[in-house]
């Protein structure tokens, strides 16, 4: 497989998505609301008060770290937008057959995709999380008396479970857009990968599964190994032959 050619791919894709304003709008609107929606709705609840209890305090760092939960959220769901359209929309404006006549392997195809599809997101995700810490140590610092931000729980979301989840979202709308032929129906399937993050959610708001670095690793574990065995399906579902000839 040849990096160069995937990265070329890549680069006609990310040139295509920058023109599409609905799909550049959503990876700035989703990022934006969480990383300053958030923190202003944690200053509302507790940053005027002058003071609060330990076990309040014990609380509320225990929110802090369930509302950096909706970044991975926000993974698992941005990439479809773009992933969809790169293999569907790209079919229905009749610029993939001429992709899939090259010389490229099906990998260096996906790949290419896969990287256009991961990076817009990956960027806007991170950015708002660099925001939403600021903005969250800025309120509680004087709570705390020490930055609570960056620690250990927000590194493994950042730098492994966001892009994992980002993963897990491309190879999703890869093997749905081998079967569906509209960019919408693609999505809307898409978006259901959110639902078991969105639970993971709720069990973390509940302390049912505490978000702790070594929980975070397990599930980052079994996020991985759902990565390869979707990587599997979905180079075994994208035929560049089926595509050509079937896809009507």
Do not use: C, H
């Amino acid at each position: 497989m040849r990096l160069s050619k995937a990265w070329i791919i890549a680069s006609k894709d990310l040139s295509i998505v920058r023109r599409k304003k609905s799909i550049f709008s959503t990876m700035i609107i989703f990022p934006l609301f969480v990383s300053v929606g958030l923190p202003v709705l944690i200053y509302v609840l507790v940053g005027r008060a002058g003071s609060i209890s330990p076990d309040a305090l014990s609380g509320l760092l225990i929110v802090l770290n369930a509302l950096a939960f909706f970044f991975i959220i926000g993974a698992a769901s941005l990439p479809t937008a773009i992933a969809s359209y790169t293999i569907i929309g790209e079919k229905q404006e009749q610029s993939l057959e001429p992709l899939l006549a090259t010389p490229t392997t099906d990998s260096e195809i996906l790949l290419g995709k896969s990287i256009a599809a991961l990076l817009p997101p990956l960027v806007a995700i991170w950015i708002g999380m660099v925001i939403f810490m600021g903005l969250i140590d800025g309120i509680i610092f004087g709570q705390l008396g020490y930055l609570y931000y960056p620690n250990a729980v927000m590194a493994v979301i950042m730098l492994v479970l966001v892009p994992l989840a980002a993963v897990t979202a491309v190879e999703v709308s890869v093997i749905i857009s081998a079967r569906v032929n509209d960019v919408r129906t693609a999505q809307q399937l898409g978006s259901l990968i959110v639902i078991p993050f969105a639970l993971i959610y709720v069990l973390a708001e509940t302390n049912a599964f505490p978000l702790t670095v070594p929980y975070l690793l397990v599930l980052a574990f079994i996020i991985l190994i759902v990565d390869i065995v979707l990587f599997s399906l979905a180079v075994s579902t994208f035929r560049r032959e089926e595509i050509l000839t079937k896809w009507k």
